[in-house]
């Protein structure tokens, strides 16, 4: 790359770093890549963090040492997600889209990817502070989800199926319950798809019972890998307790009441945002 202006050096020196989130980058590298001195470039990162933390953008860590750097960590303010969360909620109480079986049409905004990224970042702050290997989710509507999450966290993604495919190669299938409807389903994993012992955070859609995500639970159980946490970003709130199969989950939006007959719903924000943390 040519020598650049340091105005032009911090745009593209912030891009470099967005486009690689928790990655590290060492000092030498930047200087190389700039053909700039350290001591320069270490002001540059100095600035960048400063924004970043201002702005609500993410967290910029420096790491000490030969082999250190600075490594960039997508974050969203509280305070920032809960004003997006309100405004999906308003969006998600639209009477059209209130289903049979009190569930809500969001396919549309599982497509926009505006809304997607917010959301991955969301999921990204509420777990970043816990070792994760990649992020499993289900077919079909959990998938976008999955990875706007994957790409804040910059790990892989796995995809549970609902049965077995030739493409995938050799697969563990196993039954499951399904806390809804309570009838026995299927689900299946190409064993290459996943290490022995990696640590996964489960990201959902909806979440009535918590059938299906016990299902990825009980799955992970299969390959000896841990359930780092589990995120959703909609809850059912019409679920007693002791109804609920998952005691331990994040929820980003809580579906407190359906109305099937006057096709009215009310969303409130989730878990993540009444919790102390």
Do not use: W
């Not at 486009?19 to 590298?29: D, G």
């Not at 998938?143 to 910059?154: F, G, H, K, Q, S």
């Not at 993604?157 to 495919?165: A, E, F, L, Q």
């Amino acid at each position: 790359m040519k020598k650049l202006k340091r105005s032009s050096r911090l745009v593209e020196m912030t891009q470099y770093l967005l486009a690689r989130p928790h990655t590290l980058i060492s000092l030498t590298a930047f200087a190389e890549r700039y053909q700039s001195a350290k001591s320069s470039i270490s002001e540059d990162l100095a600035i960048i963090k400063e924004v970043f933390e201002e702005e609500g953008i993410g967290q910029l860590h420096t790491l000490a040492g030969a082999a250190g750097g600075v490594k960039f960590r997508p974050m969203m303010p509280k305070e920032t997600s809960l004003s997006i969360i309100e405004r999906i909620c308003e969006t998600l109480q639209q009477p059209d889209r209130v289903l049979p079986g009190g569930y809500l049409y969001m396919t549309d905004m599982l497509g926009q990817p505006e809304v997607l990224a917010d959301i991955g970042k969301m999921f990204a702050t509420a777990f970043a502070d816990r070792s994760i290997d990649l992020i499993m989710t289900v077919e079909t509507k959990g998938i976008p989800l999955a990875y706007a999450t994957a790409a804040c966290m910059n790990i892989p993604v796995v995809i549970v199926r609902r049965d077995n495919k030739v493409t995938e190669g050799s697969a563990v299938s196993i039954n499951y319950v399904s806390g809804s409807t309570k009838r026995i389903q299927t689900m299946s994993l190409a064993r290459r798809a996943l290490k022995e012992q990696s640590r996964v955070l489960i990201i959902d859609d909806f979440m009535k019972v918590g059938g299906t995500i016990q299902g990825m639970i009980d799955l992970l159980h299969e390959f000896n890998a841990t359930v780092a946490g589990v995120g959703v970003f909609v809850e059912s709130g019409e679920i007693e307790n002791d109804e609920r199969l998952l005691k331990e989950y994040v929820s980003l939006a809580k579906l407190t009441a359906v109305d099937l007959k006057m096709k009215q719903a009310e969303i409130v924000p989730g878990n993540y945002f009444t919790s102390e943390s």
